[in-house]
């Protein structure tokens, strides 16, 4: 699954306006069809050639129709399945780079998920991992093959079986959660990040980091473990030395809160019912260890939102609107709602920078007295607060990004969908013009079908503990 067969949109690539994407994405699809059917000659029954001209709101049965069955095999293979079947020689990289090559054109023409796709580049990669398991008879590392890059748009479709994406406010979790699949952010300093360029170099009140998406929670902890493994902190010096290591945090007991609302912005009612109906599974199952749940009252989640927002653009901006400039790109509603017309953002002088630093820290120092307090070793809560986010409507990911203001461990775990019983709240009373927002934009009609998510969390550097709840939870499913 090392072969780097495409590249996805990236946050700077989504601020270009939907017009100018679309052209750019038909360009890029046109041209690349005819390198990758040279290249990795397509079974006769493809339909990756094939533009739909009207689609439903689900997506993924139109993916499946559109492979041909011998590349449906192939990409509806259990990741991990696949993954011994390239072993053993039992199916070539060659082969498989292919098949999740058009699956890729597929999930272009129905998403728009990808700026590049790189046929050549597969296929020289594919080529020499088959030429080094002939000679060797061993595979060079246990991702050895099949996969892309993907974020969660490609991998939700079925695509990609195991992509990475960068969290800074919740984009791991966020497009994993509307995409009905897995997706962790690590503690920062477990995966490395040298090599990898982002904005605003130096700037790091809130840093980012690195996570595996998925729809498969195997992977979560393959990944996690080959990153552990590669003791890549030897040469990227922001990584932390860490061993994954899941049996350190098995207990006999653990203890577990939860919440369905921050207490800043209302959930939509999907995701309440959501939160209740796992918290029930959970209570009604039986576990080799002891479960013990109890609600948990978030830590002034205004606080959180304003001290985060604050420390984005801590430039005011500028370097957001000087980059856009150069290019000739607009900014789009989402971004300068977040980047200009918010409240909190400005330019900070010295002495401002280092009072928000404070304030975060010190924000970090409560939450954790309120962690200990209740006792919990992890916490259930939603990884957003509705559904999907309909376009141009997500004013607000507290939800997520309330951890990385933290830097606490957290994972999005697809559960449910949105039903048609799932009415709107009666005499719904906002908190504030957030809060009235976001529920205005509810109604089960337009949201029936859509997936809903659970996030697990833990503190820093406790990434096993959720890693290993989210496999012991997975039969409530």
């Known amino acids: 699954m090392s072969t780097e067969i495409t590249h996805t949109s990236s946050t700077l690539k989504m601020v ?14 046109d041209g690349s069809i005819a390198e990758l059917d040279k290249l990795f000659p397509p079974p006769k029954d ?27 095999i192939i990409v509806n293979t259990d990741p991990v399945e696949l993954l011994d079947q390239l072993a053993h020689a039992k199916v070539s990289a060659v082969t498989v780079a292919g098949a999740f090559l058009r699956a890729a054109v597929i999930a272009q023409t129905l998403t728009n998920c990808l700026t590049e796709l790189l046929p050549r580049e597969a296929l020289e990669t594919a080529k020499k991992l088959d030429e080094h398991l002939e000679a060797t008879g061993k595979t060079v590392g246990p991702l050895h093959g099949g996969s892309s890059s993907g974020e969660g748009a490609l991998i939700g479709l079925g695509a990609s079986h195991l992509g990475l994406g960068t969290d800074i406010g919740g984009s791991i979790r966020g497009p994993a959660a509307c995409s009905g699949i897995y997706g962790l952010r690590p503690s920062t300093g477990r995966v490395p990040i040298a090599g990898c360029d982002h904005p605003m170099h130096g700037s790091d009140s809130i840093n980012g980091c690195i996570g595996p998406m998925t729809p498969s929670p195997k ?19 922001v990584t932390e030395r860490s061993v994954w290591s899941p049996s350190t945090f098995k207990k006999k007991k653990l203890r577990v809160g939860y919440y369905s609302d ?46 985060i927002t604050t420390l984005y653009f801590t430039d005011g901006g500028k370097w957001l609107k000087d980059e856009l400039n150069c290019v000739g790109e607009p900014l789009t509603d989402r971004i300068e709602m977040i980047a200009l017309k918010n409240p909190n953002c400005r330019r900070l002088n010295i002495e401002e920078l280092w009072h928000a630093h404070d304030e975060r820290d010190g924000f970090k120092w409560n939450l954790r007295q309120e962690w200990n307090k209740a006792g919990i070793d992890m916490l259930i809560a939603p990884s957003l607060p509705g559904a999907a986010f309909k376009f141009g409507t997500s004013n607000y990911w507290g939800y997520t990004s309330y951890w990385n203001l933290v830097d606490y461990a957290s994972v999005s ?58 496999k012991m939870f997975s039969d409530i499913q």
């Open 16 to 29: 270009l306006t939907f017009e100018k994407s679309r052209e750019k994405f038909l360009q890029i699809r």
């Open 46 to 72: 493809s339909q990756h050639h094939d533009k739909p001209t009207k689609l439903p709101k689900n997506s993924i049965p139109v993916f499946q129709q559109m492979m041909a069955p011998s590349d449906a």
């Open 219 to 237: 992977l979560l902890d393959l990944f996690m473990q080959v990153m552990s493994d590669a003791e890549t902190w030897r040469y990227d010096p």
């Open 262 to 307: 921050d207490g800043y912005v209302t959930p939509h009612p999907p995701v309440t019912r959501a939160i209740e109906e796992y918290v029930s599974k959970i209570e009604k199952s039986n576990f080799d260890v002891e479960v013990e749940l109890v609600p948990f009252t978030p830590f002034n989640a205004a606080d959180n939102w304003r001290i």
């Open 413 to 470: 775990v697809p559960f449910s969908t949105v039903k048609a019983s799932d009415k709107p709240a009666e005499n719904f009373k906002p908190r504030n013009k957030l809060d009235a927002e976001w529920q205005a934009h509810y109604s089960p009609e337009i949201y029936e079908g859509a997936p809903l998510s659970i996030q697990l969390i833990a503190p820093r550097m406790h990434d096993e503990v959720i890693v290993e709840a989210l």
